[in-house]
Structure formats: C-alpha cells, structure tokens
C-alpha cells in the first residue's frame, strides 16, 4: 500500500512540474481509449494454399540405388475469426490432400485431409473463457491397404476407407486459455464422439472401432486441444496443432493422439520449403502410432 501512495505522489508531482514548466501533455480521452481497445474487433480473416513438390530421378546406369518417384501435396488452411470484448468465436478449415508415384508402382497417396474446427468462448478473467467446440474431420477420397490374395498369394490392393468413412465429429464444453490467435489450449472434459463408418466397410468385422454390421459408434470422454505457432528465427515459422482424446467408456487409459507440425522457410512472398509432420495413434484404428512426413518445394498464396 506504501509503495502504491509513493507512486502516485511521484506521478502526481511529475505532472505538476511538467504543467509548471508549460510543456504540452499527452492525454488521451475515454473515447480514444475504447476506439484503441475495440482496433481488433469483429472478423478477421486469413488463408494460405501451398503446393508441395518433390522429385527423384535415377537413370539406368546409376549404381547407388534408388527408385524414381514424384510426389505432390496441395493445401488450404483458412482461418475466420470474431472478436468482441467479451466473446472470441475462431474458426479453422483445413483441406490437404498428395499423390505419389514411383517408378513400377501404382500411385498412392500422402496425404487426404478434410477437417473444421469452431471454437465459442465467453470471457471469465484474464486469458480464461467458457468454451463450447464442435470439430470434424474426414477424408475426400479412397484409401487402399495392401492384403495378400489367399488363392495367387499375391499382393492385391483392397479398399479400406473413403469420403465420410471414416469421419469424426466432436463437441463439449470446457475452458478456454487463449493469449492469441497464435497460442491458446482448449480443455473439454465432457466431450461426446461420434465415429461414422459405412456399413461395407463393417459387413464382415469392425472397423474403426465401429462393431460389426454397425455404421457408427459413440464414446464420451475428455478432449484436449492446443495450438502454437511461432517464429524460430526471420522467414522460418513452425505451427504446432495437437488434438488429444479419452474415452471414459472403454479404456480411458488409451488416449487418442493427433499431433500436426507446419514448417516453413521463406524464400521469397511466394515460394518456401515446407516440412509436414503428423503422428497419429487410435488404438481403434490399428494399435501404433501412423506417421507422415512431407518435405519439398512449396508454392505459397496468402489470402
């Protein structure tokens, strides 16, 4: 309390002598405080697409070994946010999707993303909200596993997934810390999932975690939903997502991890190398992590 008085004294005694001395005083009124406060309100939006390039190439003389093999991956991640003094509403759209093809092979795919994120939250104190959030995500196109044939003993390549199969939908509320559009972690511990899976896919066994003969299965559990992005030095950002989940109604000891790292390196406003990075592990799925990893050339386009 003491030193809270000496600091007012000195302030008070230092604008006294600034007005004695006649020098001009830099005040700001209420009216330009709330129009500063209020610079960042209502939408803002922002989308970058990138297209990633690699190539291999060997001739027939070459020694070393070696396969040659082209890839390509495209990408959109849009972001659309509102903002009030008392309420933060952000949205992310992420669609990605790659194809690679190797010399003797049939082309495959690296990457097939489809996924929405809304996240409300009402202001509690300081960096903390009331939160409620809906995500969802599946795939565009169809994913193939390579089985051997019981009659040839051949490798045969059969369909194991395809748009809306499978496809995740989570909401719940929790809390919100956010400090910005750069740095926030969502904690949901009341979070229903639904996971859908077309019942072709279920005819002869589960899938997915979806029962037999099933299309869908439910679970209830705990949600855990960060994002960090940051920059490691000048034109070199990194972007960080992780999506963690636990399911109280079977095996909550199991949680489901989705974690996704962005990086990129500016070389100029339009091209930069990207490095991709995702590790997924979902026990439902198949019990082991399922890892990605996607580095080239990139075509950026910010919007």
Do not use: C
Not at 142 to 166: C, R, W
Not at 188 to 209: D, L
Not at 217 to 240: H, P, Q, T
Request: aromatic residues 14%; glycine residues 8%; neutral net charge.
């Amino acid at each position: 309390m003491r030193k809270f008085f000496l600091a007012l004294t000195l302030t008070t005694l230092s604008v006294f002598s600034q007005k004695t001395e006649g020098e001009l005083i830099n005040t700001t009124s209420a009216a330009e405080t709330k129009a500063k406060d209020t610079t960042n309100m209502g939408w803002k939006r922002a989308g970058n697409f990138v297209l990633l390039l690699n190539q291999s190439a060997f001739n027939n003389e070459w020694l070393g070994g070696g396969t040659s093999n082209i890839a390509g991956n495209a990408g959109l991640n849009y972001d659309f946010n509102y903002k009030t003094p008392d309420m933060i509403w952000d949205n992310k759209f992420i669609a990605a999707y790659g194809l690679t093809k190797q010399k003797g092979q049939e082309m495959t795919k690296s990457d097939d993303r489809l996924e929405f994120t809304s996240l409300l939250g009402k202001k509690a104190k300081g960096y903390w909200f009331y939160s409620g959030f809906l995500n969802f995500k599946t795939q565009m196109d169809a994913g193939f596993v390579k089985v051997t044939d019981p009659v040839t003993s051949d490798e045969i390549l059969v369909k194991n997934s395809h748009f809306f199969s499978p496809a995740y939908l989570q909401a719940g509320p929790g809390m919100l810390w956010k400090k910005s559009d750069n740095l926030k972690v969502n904690i949901a511990p009341a979070t229903s999932r639904v996971i859908f899976v077309h019942k072709h896919f279920t005819e002869f066994g589960s899938a997915f975690g979806v029962e037999q003969g099933k299309s869908s299965r439910f679970e209830f559990g705990a949600a855990l939903n960060g994002y960090y992005k940051f920059n490691i030095m000048e034109n070199v950002s990194m972007e960080n997502i992780l999506n963690l989940y636990s399911n109280y109604l079977e095996k909550p000891q199991n949680v489901d991890m989705d974690y996704q790292m962005n990086l990129v390196m500016k070389i100029n406003k339009y091209i930069s190398t990207n490095v991709a990075f995702q590790a997924i592990y979902d026990d439902n799925a198949i019990g082991a992590f399922q890892i990605r990893e996607v580095f080239g050339l990139g075509f950026n386009y910010g919007f």
